[in-house]
C-alpha cells in the first residue's frame, strides 16, 4: 500500500513542475488536461483495486512507464528522430511482454513460466493459427498497434501538458524524473521479475554438476543407466487410455455438480480410484501434464532448448517407450490439431504408431475449426479398438478429450444436453455430451470379448483453468484433486488416499497391465507399491538437481566419429548425425529446405562438449562467404537453385536436394530429387 501511495504522490507531484508557455489560456487548458489525465488514472486505480488488487499493481506500471517516456520526450527534444524510435521500442516491447504475461495469467494463472514458455516457441502452432484464421491473427495484430499507438499519444499528451524543458536546472528536474518513473516502473514489476527467473534458469541449466547418488536420493529422484532403447520390457493386458480435459475430481461432488457426468460417476463405483493425486511441477496445461504424465518426470530449464532439440532426455523412456518394448501397437487420437504445443511431433517421437486428428489438414487450411467433438473421437476409438482387437499383438489406445476446455467447452445443438437448470449450461451441455459419448465407448469396450485382457484408464491431464465458467463452484471443494481411474487392474489391492502427483501415472498403469520391466522412472513411483514421499517435495533445488540428471542422461555429449548422416521428414524434417537429431529450422518454421535455400550446422571440436549451432542462408553466396570466414568442420543441406554449386561442370536439375560435408577439409556431397534418400558416412 505504500507503495502504491508513493507513486502517487510522484504522479501528481508532476503537476508542480513550472510551465513556460506564452500564452496563459494554452498554459490553462494544457493545465485542464494533465489534472484530467490524472482524475482518469485515479478512477482507473480505484476501480481496478475493488475487483482485482493485481489490476492496481500493472496500472501503476503502466503510469509510471508513460511518465518516463513523456520525460524522455522532454530531454530528447532536440532528436526527434531518435526519441520517437527509442520511445516506440520501449512501448513495443512492454506492451507485448505485458500482453503475453496477462494472458498467460488470465488462461491458466502461470503467466510467463517455463510451460508458456514452451507454448510460445511452438513455430508450428502460431503459423498454423495464422494461416487458419488470417482475419483473427490480423486483428490481434491490429489491436497490439492501436494499444502502442494510444500509449505512444498519451506520452507525448502528459510531455505537452507539462511545458517546455528550458535551461539546465529544468534538463536537470527531468533527468532526476525519467530516472524517478524507470526506477519506479521496474520496482517489484511482476512481469522483469518472472523474466529474470526464467532467464537465471535457463542460464543455470546449460551448466552441468557431477552429483553423489545420496544428492538425487535426497530429492526422491532415481537413477537409471539404461537408454530407453535397451529397456526390456514384457506384455501385459492391453490398454486403452482416455485423457480427459480439465475434469478433475470435483466434478463428481453430487452436491456441487449434480447428474453432470453419470457414466464416469458410473465407471468409479467399479474401478480402482486414487483421489489424492495433485498437479506436478510444470504440469498445470495440457503438453506439460502429458509430458509428465507419460515420463515420469517433469519440465525443467535443463529443456529450455528441448522444443526443436529432440536429444534433450533422448535416453529416457516413458510409458509409451516401455510399451513399445514390449511390442505394443499404440494409437493416439486428439480431437484438435496436432500441431497445437508441437503435440503430433512429440507424440510420434515416444513411439506411438498412429496419430489421429480430428481437424484434418484440408479442414484447418479451409475453415476456422479449433476441434471436433468428443464423441467423433470416441467413435473413431471405437473403430479402432476393433481393428486392434482382431490381431494377436498386445495395443495401446490413447486418446485426449477436449470439449470441458474453459471457458464454456465446445458443445453442438445436436449433441445430449444437461438436462437439469445450470448457471453454466455451455460449459454444463458439453460436459454431459462428452460424457455421454464416453459411456457408450466404454460399455461397447466391456461387452466386446477383448475386455478381459484389457485395462482402461481415464485421467484429467490437469485441474480446470482458472478462468473456467464453474471456478466459483469448484473453489468450494476444499480439495481439488486430479482424476485417476483404473478399471480391470492386474493389481487388485490399492490405496485411494496415497499422495501422489502427475508423474506417477506412468509406473501405475503399467503396474495395473501386469507389464513387467526394468526402467526406473526419474521420479515417479507406482501407487501399488510404497513410493518414496520425498519425491512430492518439490523445490528449486530438487528442480536443479533433475536438471543435472537431464544433462548427464543425454547420451549425446560428445560427438564420435565415424559419423552417419542421414534426413528424415517423419514425425517432423530433421538431420540425423548418429543418434542426434536436428530439427530443420528454415526461416523459424520446422520444414525442408526450397529452392536456393541451404542449412548448415557447425560441428564441435574434438573433446568439446556438443552444443549445435545451425545457420540458415537464402542462397549459396551467403553460404560461401560464411565458409571463408568460418573455418572448421560443417554439415550442410540445402536444394539446387539457379546458382551452380561449387566443383560442379554444369548446373543441377533444378529441385535437387543436396548433403553435404567439410570435416579435416574433405568435402563430400550426395544429391537426390528426394530429401530422405540423401545419406553420408563421414570417417
Not at 169 to 185: D, I, P, R
Request: glycine share 6%; aromatic share 14%; hydrophobic share 40%.
Amino acid at each position: 500500500m505504500s507503495d502504491r501511495k508513493t507513486i502517487l504522490k510522484k504522479l501528481t507531484s508532476f503537476c508542480t513542475i513550472p510551465v513556460t508557455i506564452p500564452s496563459l489560456g494554452g498554459t490553462r487548458k494544457q493545465t485542464r488536461i494533465f489534472w484530467i489525465l490524472i482524475a482518469a488514472g485515479a478512477i482507473l486505480l480505484f476501480v481496478s483495486g475493488i475487483y482485482n488488487s493485481r489490476h492496481v499493481g500493472y496500472i501503476c506500471s503502466f503510469y509510471c512507464l508513460l511518465c518516463a517516456v513523456g520525460c524522455l520526450h522532454k530531454l530528447l527534444k532536440k532528436h526527434v528522430w531518435l526519441d520517437r524510435i527509442l520511445s516506440l521500442l520501449i512501448l513495443c516491447v512492454w506492451n507485448i511482454l505485458f500482453l503475453m504475461f496477462y494472458l498467460f495469467k488470465m488462461t491458466n494463472f502461470g503467466g510467463l513460466n517455463l510451460e508458456n514458455v514452451y507454448h510460445l516457441l511452438c513455430f508450428q502452432g502460431w503459423l498454423e493459427f495464422m494461416y487458419m484464421d488470417p482475419l483473427l491473427a490480423i486483428g490481434g495484430i491490429l489491436a497490439l498497434i492501436l494499444l502502442i499507438c494510444l500509449t505512444f499519444f498519451l506520452t507525448y499528451l502528459l510531455s505537452w501538458c507539462v511545458g517546455d524543458c528550458i535551461g539546465r536546472n529544468m534538463q536537470a528536474v527531468f533527468s532526476g524524473l525519467f530516472a524517478l518513473f524507470t526506477a519506479l516502473f521496474f520496482y517489484n514489476n511482476v512481469v522483469f521479475l518472472q523474466l529474470g527467473d526464467i532467464m537465471k534458469e535457463f542460464a543455470f541449466s546449460q551448466k552441468y554438476v557431477t552429483l553423489k547418488q545420496e544428492e538425487y536420493d535426497a530429492h526422491g529422484i532415481k537413477l537409471c543407466p539404461l537408454p530407453w532403447h535397451k529397456v526390456q520390457a514384457s506384455p501385459g493386458k492391453n490398454l486403452v487410455y482416455i485423457i480427459l480435459e480439465s475434469t478433475e475430481l470435483t466434478f463428481l461432488d453430487q452436491k456441487l455438480f449434480p447428474g453432470l457426468l453419470p457414466n464416469l460417476l458410473h465407471f468409479r463405483e467399479s474401478a480402482q480410484s486414487f483421489e489424492n493425486m495433485s498437479m506436478a511441477h510444470n504440469a498445470r496445461i495440457t503438453f506439460g501434464a502429458m509430458y509428465s504424465a507419460m515420463t515420469g518426470s517433469y519440465l525443467t530449464p535443463a529443456h529450455a532448448k528441448g522444443w526443436w532439440n529432440p536429444n534433450i532426455t533422448s535416453s529416457f523412456s516413458s510409458l509409451s517407450k516401455v510399451l513399445h518394448n514390449a511390442g505394443y501397437e499404440q494409437h493416439f487420437l486428439i480431437g484438435h490439431s496436432g500441431d497445437f504445443a508441437g503435440m503430433e511431433n512429440f507424440i510420434i517421437d515416444q513411439q506411438y504408431d498412429s496419430f489421429w486428428s480430428g481437424i484434418d489438414c484440408e479442414k484447418r487450411t479451409s475453415t476456422w475449426e479449433y476441434c471436433v467433438r468428443d464423441s467423433a473421437v470416441f467413435r473413431q476409438a471405437w473403430r479402432t479398438f476393433q481393428k486392434l482387437a482382431e490381431k494377436n499383438t498386445p495395443f495401446n489406445i490413447t486418446l485426449l478429450t477436449t470439449d470441458a476446455h474453459a471457458p464454456h467447452g465446445f458443445y453442438s445443438p445436436e449433441e445430449p444436453a444437461y438436462p437439469y437448470p445450470s448457471a453454466y449450461p455451455k460449459l454444463y451441455n458439453a460436459m454431459y455430451a462428452s460424457d455421454h459419448a464416453l459411456g457408450d465407448f466404454i460399455k461397447k469396450i466391456k461387452d466386446h470379448p477383448k475386455y478381459k485382457d484389457t485395462c482402461i484408464v481415464i485421467t484429467s491431464d490437469h485441474l480446470a483453468h482458472y478462468y473456467a465458467a464453474c471456478t466459483d463452484i469448484l473453489q468450494q471443494s476444499s480439495r481439488r484433486r486430479l482424476l485417476f481411474l483404473i478399471d480391470n487392474s492386474s493389481v487388485k489391492s490399492w490405496k485411494a488416499d496415497v499422495p501422489a502427483l502427475t508423474f506417477d501415472i506412468a509406473p501405475t498403469i503399467l503396474d495395473s497391465m501386469g507389464v513387467k520391466h526394468n526402467y526406473r522412472f526419474p521420479l515417479g513411483e507406482s501407487l501399488y507399491q510404497n513410493p518414496d514421499p520425498r519425491r512430492l517435495n518439490y523445490t528449486k533445488e530438487q528442480e536443479r538437481v533433475l536438471s543435472f540428471y537431464v544433462l548427464l542422461k543425454n547420451e549425446n555429449r560428445n560427438l564420435r566419429f565415424p559419423l552417419e548422416i542421414s534426413v528424415h521428414t517423419n514425425p517432423f524434417p530433421f538431420l540425423q548425425i548418429n543418434s542426434h537429431r536436428l530439427p530443420l529450422l528454415i526461416g523459424e518454421a520446422n520444414d525442408t529446405p526450397r529452392e536456393g535455400e541451404i542449412l548448415a550446422v557447425r560441428l564441435p571440436r574434438k573433446n568439446e562438449p556438443i552444443r549445435w549451432r545451425t545457420h540458415y542462408f537464402k542462397s549459396f553466396s551467403f553460404f560461401q562467404v560464411f565458409l571463408n570466414s568460418n573455418p572448421g568442420d560443417i554439415i550442410f543441406l540445402g536444394k539446387t537453385g539457379s546458382e551452380r554449386l561449387p566443383d560442379m561442370d554444369k548446373p543441377l536439375e533444378p529441385q535437387t536436394f543436396f548433403l553435404g560435408s567439410i570435416i579435416h577439409g574433405k568435402k563430400q556431397m550426395v544429391f537426390d530429387r528426394k530429401i530422405t534418400n540423401l545419406k553420408l558416412y563421414c570417417q
